[in-house]
């Protein structure tokens, strides 16, 4: 019951952001996707699940900020 509730959160913060930033929308999707289904820990584990791959340190570098930005404000 408080995995649902804690999903219902995320999702409408996750809208709330979009208003704000509609161009994270995939981030923000997979965010979603990874915390409730596949438990992801950080915006970075979830980008690589996003991804299918582990990203390298550049990557991350050019990636990151955005995804770090939608994490924060999704999950909390």
Sequence with gaps: MFR???HNARVRRAIEYLR???EDEPAA???L???HVL???NAREA???AGGRKLTDEEWSVFGPR???AW???VR
Excluded: C, F, N, V
Aim: charged share 30%; no cysteine; proline share 4%.
């Design 20 to 22: 704000t930033h509609p």
């Design 47 to 49: 980008a690589e699940i």
């Design 33 to 35: 996707a990874s915390t």
């Design 67 to 69: 995804w770090e930005r």
């Design 72 to 74: 924060y404000a999704i």
């Design 39 to 41: 438990d992801a820990k």
């Design 29 to 31: 999707k997979a965010i």
């Design 4 to 6: 649902q509730l804690k």
